[in-house]
């Protein structure tokens, strides 16, 4: 069986470069197969082949949120280890960094800023949310997603070892 933990950031992250205010964070961690892949592989494995449930979540954020005039999924195309690089945009994120061990990726919007880390260390995979609220509604909208978050984030986790992809 997987083990998704809860963790804390690690201290090399430089997810602070890109984002100057939190107001929430997570951070899980799992163990990798191997060590050598390559952190651009480990972030599509994990972000790239999403479960339908997961999917179908997205479907209704979207259409929910397009009400209030957030930012919904406006680039379908798939992910491709050649577009995984700074200042590439993909569904609801952008890359803002890519170093040997770690993918910055995220999105600000009128309600909110957030950043997702992908770092490698070692045999471990820490995957980290930031958010940053930017007004009132940025807060309710965590507060009420934020049970999902924590699911989808761990099932992403679980579905990317589970399929041997990291």
């Known amino acids: ?16 470069k890109h984002i100057s205010k939190i107001d929430f964070h997570d951070t899980f961690s799992v163990s990798l197969a191997t060590a050598d892949m390559p952190i651009e592989e480990i972030f599509l ?20 949120v397009g009400v209030f005039g957030l930012k919904i999924e406006g680039n379908n195309q798939q992910v491709t280890i050649e577009n995984v690089k700074i200042g590439e945009s993909r569904g609801l994120f952008k890359i803002y960094d890519i ?13 909110l800023n957030f950043r997702v880390s992908v770092l490698k260390q070692n045999d471990k995979l820490f995957t980290s949310t930031f958010v940053q609220y930017n007004n009132l509604f940025g807060k309710i909208y965590m507060t009420i997603i934020m049970p999902f978050h924590k699911l989808i984030v761990k099932a992403m986790l679980k579905n990317a070892v ?5």
């Open 45 to 64: 494995a994990v972000f790239s082949h999403t479960p339908a449930w997961i999917e179908n979540l997205l479907k209704l954020r979207n259409v929910i």
């Open 99 to 111: 170093t040997d061990q770690e993918v910055i990726a995220g999105e600000d919007d009128k309600h």
């Open 162 to 166: 589970k399929n041997k992809r990291i």
């Open 1 to 16: 069986m997987t083990s998704i933990l809860t963790t804390k950031i690690p201290v090399e992250s430089i997810y602070k």
